[in-house]
């Protein structure tokens, strides 16, 4: 399947523009899905049709695209960016400059009467209507474009109510007998005004769009242009990252950025990863370890094994992740989106009736009255506030949270997250290390083999299972260096161990219960030592041959050091931690005691996890599931919230709708902080919105003219309704300064 074609978009002004774009691209033959981001203002198109094609589609829908790839690097989108936002300026500058001096003269009465000079006037209207094309084409671009596909939207009403402003007063230049005396005023002024004061709550909402986009940028930040390359003969040369490919060999030195993702082929040296995981203390890597694009080598110089280039690097994944995370919207975003869409043309209808009824009962001159409170309402209405709402939080938020480490795979997850009450964690690897060390080999009974001779059978077979216990044993015979007898592939028991065959000998290692189903008894010996060891916090491993314990094992997996800490943010958060391991009853509640949990699920095979997350939502509770391994994945997907240990597989990331790229819980708890702040924000701005449009509408509308005798001027009603969008920007962006409890 071919890649995505990616569009960087100009010319988006709101939410409403959205739907435009969507159904131009997706009217284009060769197209199966499109997504568009409006606050990164780029679109990502799935299908086979060319980007000539989808850039042309943009334009007939009133919009400006380029498109995005390998040879457009985010310092040509910045600098494009930055060039939109400087014709933006120039454009707000020219309006206010043409209409500034027509408002303040016309305040202080120095304005020439229509009649006495309607040259004048008729010259002041040509430069209002060339200053309103230059200034403000794009609004009546976007209205004509919204008509046509039978919509309406905020350009629709900026275009509704500056058109008539400037129809209005060329009429009265061209033909003033058509009304009466009275009637007779021009709004040049403010028609010019009002795209002028529009045009600058835009740029400030894009100047702060631009500050919002710092995670993302900072990330771009961190590949290197260039990388060393070894070649075949032992030089090395400088050459451009678009050159190197999979298998090349790297020199990085002390202090340089890792330019792809591969693994240490020479050397140690300790490794900054703090700006993809949030993690602070420098990793020790050796022969083998993973390095990741755009973390930096602080000590050793090494040779590295290319493994990902370009797009595959977890660096280029994490990227799009939160691109996609930031263009995505929860559920009350859509209901933001859907009273948007409705909104406007209930406002047109509003201006028609306040129009209608200055016209039947307002004081004379009826036609001014009626065209200044008309345009007012369009004016004021505009749901700017409205649509910036929803994707201004959704995109500090998601960009605060890949700043610690967390990044979220869509807005859905991010309102999830901050309604959960419970969280499942994952014992091994989640809780713990995830790296179990052999500390006793105790021999039982008349066992005639020796404890090495033990445990070397017992590696042999845990060879070939997968289960961290298993390489525990395995590490073991290895640091004893251990010759391995040869054995047969043996018989996986999911959940309590393997079954095998040694030297002619059937043995049984797993749990008490593979044991017990086989009929091998536990005499009061085994069961006391058995007992100790859960006491200690150890996994027992059964070792039974021909039928007969021989032997426990004693494996232990040391908790994490900030494991108790983290849980300890959780529970002062209001929710309910449970454990979950596949480990005794008295191992588990050993292992929960030391990190402060209560509720532990124990004895819990694979298949059986997804069951208890199903458990606990049965019981009313809404579920994150914390995991990091294969056997974590069906529990994370029917979990409402899955978190995924950056440091486990694949499939469990993929699984999971958040993933955590340190493997520290205390990123379970940032998570779930910033997705309730990020709500919360959501919520407030959603509600300022709303009031600011039910209280700006029946005002523009002159509701209160008959008490006091004032009318809301159009221009006002601009200025104010562009504060409301900068008020809405603002209180995003203080997510980004939002203190998380004991942050780290």
Not at 428 to 453: A, H, M, Y
Not at 557 to 580: E, N
Not at 594 to 618: C, H, M, N, S, T
Not at 701 to 730: E, H, I, K, N
Request: proline share 4%.
């Amino acid at each position: 399947m071919s890649k995505p074609t990616r569009l960087a978009l100009r010319g988006m002004t709101c939410g409403a523009c959205v739907a435009s774009v969507e159904k131009a691209l997706q009217g284009v033959e060769g197209v199966q899905d499109v997504k568009v981001n409006l606050p990164d203002r780029s679109a990502e198109i799935e299908g086979e049709a060319s980007p000539q094609t989808l850039v042309k589609a943009v334009k007939d829908a009133g919009y400006g695209a380029t498109p995005m790839g390998a040879d457009y690097g985010e310092d040509e989108r910045q600098a494009e960016e930055a060039a939109e936002l400087k014709k933006v300026w120039i454009k707000t500058w020219v309006a206010l400059a043409v209409g500034a001096p027509q408002m303040l003269l016309m305040l202080t009465g120095h304005l020439p009467m229509l009649e006495e000079a309607r040259l004048l006037w008729g010259g002041i209207g040509l430069v209002t209507l060339a200053t309103m094309i230059y200034a403000g084409g794009h609004f009546y671009t976007g209205a004509w474009t919204a008509l046509k596909n039978r919509r309406a939207n905020m350009d629709s009403l900026i275009a509704l109510g500056t058109g008539a402003a400037w129809t209005y007063s060329t009429l009265m230049v061209l033909w003033p007998e058509i009304v009466p005396p009275e009637s007779r005023h021009v709004y040049y002024e403010a028609a010019v005004f009002i795209i002028g004061l529009v045009n600058l709550g835009q740029a400030l909402e894009t100047r702060a769009r631009g500050q919002a986009s710092q995670a993302i940028r900072k990330l771009m930040q961190l590949q290197p242009d260039t990388a060393r390359l070894i070649t075949p003969d032992g030089e090395e040369k400088e050459m451009r990252l678009a050159s190197i490919q999979p298998s090349d060999q790297l020199r990085v030195r002390p202090g340089e950025r890792i330019p792809v993702d591969g693994i240490v082929a020479e050397g140690e040296t300790r490794v900054d990863e703090s700006m993809l995981t949030g993690e602070p203390d420098p990793v020790s890597k050796k022969k083998k370890d993973w390095l990741s694009a755009g973390t930096v080598n602080q000590t050793g110089s090494i040779k590295m094994r290319v493994r990902k280039v370009g797009d595959d690097t977890a660096l280029a994944q994490i990227i799009k992740q939160v691109r996609t995370a930031q263009g995505s919207k929860p559920a009350i975003g859509r209901l933001a989106d859907k009273i948007s869409s409705i909104f406007v043309p209930i406002v047109i209808l509003i201006a028609l009736l306040t129009a209608l009824v200055w016209w039947l009962v307002g004081p004379e001159p009826q036609s001014a009255y009626m065209l200044v409170a008309a345009m007012a309402v369009l004016v004021i209405a505009c749901p700017c506030a409205l649509g910036l709402a929803t994707p201004m939080s959704i995109m500090v938020g998601v960009g605060r949270a890949a700043g610690k480490g967390v990044l979220i795979r869509k807005g859905d997850a991010l309102q999830e997250a901050s309604r959960l009450d419970a969280v499942i964690l994952d014992k091994t690897g989640t809780i713990t290390e995830g790296k179990p060390r052999l500390v006793q080999l105790q021999t039982l009974g008349d066992n005639k083999l020796s404890e090495e001779e033990l445990l070397a059978g017992l590696a042999s077979l845990e060879q070939a299972s997968e289960h961290p216990l298993g390489a525990a044993v395995v590490a073991a015979a290895k640091e004893k260096k251990l010759t391995l007898p040869k054995t047969a592939t043996p018989e996986i028991i999911s959940g309590q161990g393997l079954k095998g065959q040694v030297d002619e000998a059937t043995w049984l290692v797993g749990n008490r219960s593979l044991l017990e189903e086989a009929g091998v008894t536990l005499d009061d010996e085994a069961e006391q030592l058995a007992a100790e060891m859960s006491d200690l916090g150890q996994t027992c491993i059964h070792l039974a041959i021909n039928g007969q314990l021989v032997a426990l094992a004693g494996i232990a997996d040391p908790i994490k050091k900030d494991s108790a800490a983290a849980i300890q943010r959780l529970q002062k958060a209001g929710l309910q931690v449970v454990m979950l391991t596949g480990d005794s009853r008295r191992t588990a509640e050993a292992v929960a005691r030391q990190v402060g949990i209560e509720e532990v699920f124990a004895e819990v095979k694979p298949d059986q996890k997804a069951d208890k997350v199903r458990e606990l939502q049965q019981a009313g509770h809404r579920v994150g599931m914390v995991g990091d391994g294969i056997n974590d994945a069906p529990a994370l997907a029917q979990a409402q919230v899955g978190f995924a240990l950056g440091t486990g597989t694949d499939i469990a990331i993929e699984s999971a709708d958040l993933t955590l790229m340190r493997g520290s819980l205390h990123g379970v708890a940032d998570a779930m902080l910033i997705s309730r702040a990020t709500v919360r924000n959501i919520w407030q701005n959603l509600f300022g919105a709303f009031i600011y449009n039910s209280l700006g509408i029946p005002l523009a509308a002159g509701v209160f003219f008959p008490l006091t005798g004032w009318l809301l001027s159009p221009a006002y009603a601009a200025a104010a309704m562009a504060l409301s969008s900068v008020t809405v920007v603002s209180n995003a962006n203080r997510l980004r300064y939002v203190k998380l409890d004991e942050e780290n």
